[in-house]
């Protein structure tokens, strides 16, 4: 008998935070994640930016208007580490249950719309940082970078996630598909709830979602938030915003290899989806392509990623690299080495023969080469 992959029941909640009380939400959320486990689920994902709320506001009015607002989001955000991390970490060792969760972290004085990834055994195992805020989403969230553009290795095997419209940039969604998540969790704000967006943004949700299950070749837990009357009484303060955000939203679902519907799409409400996820069914689908595999052509295609923490500062290097070990100094380079360069400038100045700048850029290349392997 060959392989056989693990098989498990998974949940996706589409409910409406308690905007913006983190106190509040967390209860919410250790709430669901209990009942998702009663029910038999051993991995449970959660919307975007679930605690405190998703800062609808930025939407609609002027920051003057949503000033106050923002402070009361910015106070209710979640540190990490912290007591409500603890306590969600918690909730999943308890239930035994793996947790995908959006939140809204607070890191010194800027935000950030994070998932975070929680083992059935209570430790975070990483977060991923939203790339790009989508339009004036970036005057309340920095952006993320690529040291959390990772898969985290969960119990089942390699779990991936994004949030909301980074699905749309397909390099991203590639970075994560070649480190072969055999689950991915697309976690996203109910926006049909805004005007004009009702149809555009589920639809957009729908194809983003169906599509990475088809080149991902894996299962895709969508996920969206929902928005109740008490936060549209909170946030409604004029006549046009009543217009403008109403109750509802929410378009969620779980999505099959290939991208076919296992459990949904449910939308409008909040309400808990399952599934059972067979991992074995991503052998279907690895049959016909795998688009970073025997369907892949990195000798024409390729990508690069850079998965380095991004750092405000950073030491900077004063000189030539040393070849002992104290010197920083141009006295550290032979003068050979400096004349072959100088020489090499001129020529490129003085517009020489091709001919000559290639011959001294061999041999500036070969000196380097000692060097480097001098310094070593």
């Excluded at 409008?268 to 989806?273: A, D, P, S, V």
Aim: aromatic fraction near 10%; charge should be negative.
């Amino acid at each position: 008998m060959g392989d056989i992959f693990p098989k498990f029941k998974a949940a996706v909640v589409q409910a409406s935070s308690i905007l913006y009380d983190r106190q509040k939400c967390l209860d919410k959320a250790i709430a669901l994640i209990d009942e998702t486990a009663q029910n038999g689920a051993e991995l449970v994902a959660l919307p975007e930016s679930f605690i405190p709320g998703y800062p609808y506001h930025v939407w609609m009015g002027s920051p003057m208007w949503y000033h106050d607002l923002f402070k009361e989001w910015f106070f209710n955000s979640v540190e990490i580490p912290s007591k409500e991390v603890d306590a969600i970490c918690q909730a999943a060792a308890s239930n035994h249950i793996d947790v995908v969760i959006g939140v809204t972290e607070r890191e010194h004085n800027t935000c950030y719309n994070t998932l975070l990834y929680i083992s059935r055994t209570g430790k975070l195992l990483g977060k991923h940082r939203k790339l790009m805020p989508t339009h004036v989403e970036r005057v309340h969230w920095g952006a993320g970078d690529g040291s959390d553009l990772r898969t985290v290795d969960m119990a089942f095997g390699k779990l991936s996630g994004l949030i909301c419209w980074e699905h749309t940039m397909d390099l991203a969604r590639h970075a994560l598909i070649a480190q072969r998540a055999k689950v991915h969790v697309a976690a996203w704000v109910g926006f049909s709830s805004m005007l004009g967006w009702e149809t555009l943004f589920d639809m957009s949700t729908e194809l983003c979602s169906r599509y990475h299950a088809h080149v991902g070749e894996c299962f895709v837990l969508n996920v969206q938030g929902t928005v109740d009357k008490q936060n549209v009484e909170k946030l409604n303060q004029t006549d046009y915003q009543k217009q403008f955000f109403k109750e509802g939203g929410g378009w969620t679902a779980i999505i099959g290899p290939g991208g076919a519907f296992l459990a949904g799409p449910l939308k409008g409400q909040e309400g808990i989806l399952y599934s059972d996820i067979d991992l074995n069914a991503i052998a279907d689908m690895a049959h016909w392509h795998d688009a970073t595999g025997h369907y892949a052509r990195p000798d024409l295609l390729s990508l690069m990623v850079n998965l380095q923490h991004y750092r405000v500062t950073r030491p900077m290097q004063v000189g030539w690299p040393a070849v002992d070990s104290g010197a920083t100094d141009e006295s550290a380079v032979p003068q050979h080495l400096l004349s072959q360069v100088t020489q090499l400038m001129d020529a490129i100045r003085n517009q020489s023969t091709p001919g000559d700048v290639e011959r001294i850029a061999s041999i500036v290349k070969t000196e380097v080469d000692t060097l480097l392997l001098s310094a070593k």
